[in-house]
């Protein structure tokens, strides 16, 4: 059904009068008429009595108006939101982030929801391999990931982190040379490889490197559960430098050497799927670069 048709039946309805109404709609006398003529046709039954002034409904337009008032309201309100969701200013996006993007992925969408206050953001946590897996799919409109990306998708790098050992806050530690060999001695809390299958790789590569082979005790699903192990005096672990945001002033980070300790981190999405409010979160998270050199302790 024609809104137009339908804007000039509640004109008409409202002013009572077929001139008055074709000014408020700025259109000629005769094009109004002509709309409702055309909508009568559709429906099959006269909608006003003209012979009478002011233009009066009939009992088939009195049924009709409140149902027409819901129909224009609603087609507007559609318009509103098709062209919100266009312009990016109304709409949902799903993001994944990991682990060593827990402080980076919370600051970036704050700065985006706070311009962008009609769009709704959902953020899970996932795994590098899953978010991209995910991303792939349309599960995800983007994911804060371990880089390299794939190259099926677009990717902006954002900092970096690298591996470091929690240990209690008041243990106390060798220096120099003898760290590691006391450190082998320790028990050691890991998360568990499926909950962070990149991190599981990363640490084993470092521990090759440095010839250090941790004594595992204990492993945990979430590195929430890792730390407040550490913390409690249950041994150590080794987590990305910026897992010490969940529980800062609980531990001690001690600083590991050699490339394989560290990695890049990014946000990933579909080069297809940036238009509306994808197209304003990359832009953001493209904005956030250099306010994130430091951040966080990265």
Partial sequence: MDVERLRAFLAVADQGHFGHAAERLHITQPGLTKRIRALEEQIGGQLFDRDRQPVRLTPLGTLL????????????????????AV??????????????????????????????????VSMDDYSS??????????????????????PD???CPLASDRLA??????????????????????????LREARGPGLAAQVRAWCRSAAFDPKVVQEADDIQTVLALVSAGLGCAIVPVSSEALLPGRLRLLA???KEAAWSIGAAWKA???????????RIVRAGVPMLEGFGGY
Avoid: C, K, M
């Fill in 65 to 84: 108006l409140p149902q027409v008032r819901r129909l224009v309201r609603d087609a507007d309100a559609l318009l509103r939101d098709a062209r919100g």
């Fill in 87 to 120: 312009d990016g200013q109304i709409g949902h996006l799903n993001i994944g982030f990991g682990l060593s993007t827990i402080a980076v992925a919370p600051w970036l969408v704050a700065r985006f929801r706070a311009a962008y206050s009609g769009v709704s």
């Fill in 129 to 150: 391999h899953e978010q991209v897996n995910r991303l792939r799919r349309d599960e995800l409109d983007l994911g804060f990931i371990r880089l390299p990306a794939p």
């Fill in 153 to 155: 998708l677009t990717s």
């Fill in 165 to 190: 050992i929690a240990v209690p806050q008041n243990l106390d530690i060798p220096s120099g040379a003898r760290l590691l060999g006391w450190l082998a001695a320790q028990d050691f809390i890991a």
């Fill in 256 to 258: 590991v050497e050699g």
């Fill in 272 to 282: 297809q799927r940036e238009v509306g409010a994808l197209a304003h979160l990359v």
